[in-house]
């Protein structure tokens, strides 16, 4: 759930170049790098984060060989799924544009001892340093945070090999999701801070799959994500007008 864009600021362990760009709301940016020093309590701001891990994290396993591959984490926060990839055996580069949140991620991943190559950096400018570097990239939570998801989605597109895959889970645009993601959770169980989400920025699946089929990928799989806040846990499911997980790949060059 963090607001990592399209600007060009690029730092971390290594650094990155790019022209600047103006693809982020700095209220966004703001707004998450505010819940960083919580951002690792499973009982704190982002309870609901730490229940979907786990599936997004089994989701992307069951679509892509992880034991080695070239990862990447788009809007990696403080880091939760992009830790969880590298456990499962992938060597993981994961961007954000929060300050607050690559720090936060660096100081977890010291205590934990999970490599991740966090960087302060966009992905247009990571586009243009590693193009066709990916095997796999996950995009979770963040498209609907940019002004500009599609220009996420072409950036993705060029950063993936032939054969890779590109993984998106974000919102639906329905009345079903702007009861239950902005009224219910930010107003009435208050499971996140109110102001999070903001319903024009929801995305229908046939408008991601539009974006996807623009930038030379194809559409393999459209899931529904249910978060359950009287378990806290999450499962998926064929109902996507909530929350929903998409898997696109990248075609292999003919010969």
Not at 102 to 111: G, M, P, Q, S, T
Not at 185 to 210: C, M, N, W
Not at 211 to 223: A, F, I, T, Y
Request: with cysteine.
């Amino acid at each position: 759930m963090s607001a990592a864009s399209n600007a060009s600021t690029s730092s971390g362990d290594s650094s990155g170049t790019g022209a600047s760009h103006d693809n982020f709301s700095q209220a966004e940016l703001d707004k998450f790098g505010a819940l960083a020093n919580r951002w690792w309590d499973p009982q704190g701001p982002q309870k609901p984060l730490h229940a979907l891990n786990p599936v997004r994290l089994d989701y992307v396993a069951q679509r892509a060989a992880l034991r080695g591959a070239q990862v990447l984490d788009v809007g990696c926060g403080g880091g939760l799924l992009s830790e969880a990839l590298a456990g499962a055996g992938a060597q993981v580069s994961a961007i954000d544009l929060a300050p607050e949140l690559i720090k936060v991620a660096k100081l977890h991943r010291l205590e934990t001892g999970v490599a991740v190559d966090y960087r302060l950096q966009s992905v247009e400018s990571l586009a243009q340093e590693r193009p066709e570097s990916f095997d796999a990239i996950t995009c979770m939570e963040m498209l609907e945070h940019v002004p500009d998801p599609a220009a996420i989605v072409r950036a993705c597109a060029s950063l993936l090999k032939p054969g890779g895959r590109l993984f998106v889970s974000t919102l639906n645009r329905t009345p079903a999701a702007f009861a239950l993601a902005i009224v219910g959770a930010e107003y009435l169980t208050r499971l996140v801070p109110k102001g999070t989400h903001q319903y024009r920025d929801f995305i229908k699946p046939s408008e991601l799959a539009g974006w996807l089929r623009d930038n030379g990928l194809q559409l393999e799989d459209v899931s529904g994500l249910m978060y359950e806040p009287w378990r806290n846990t999450a499962r998926i499911t064929s109902r996507t007008e909530i929350n929903y997980l998409a898997c696109a790949f990248k075609p292999e060059l003919s010969a």
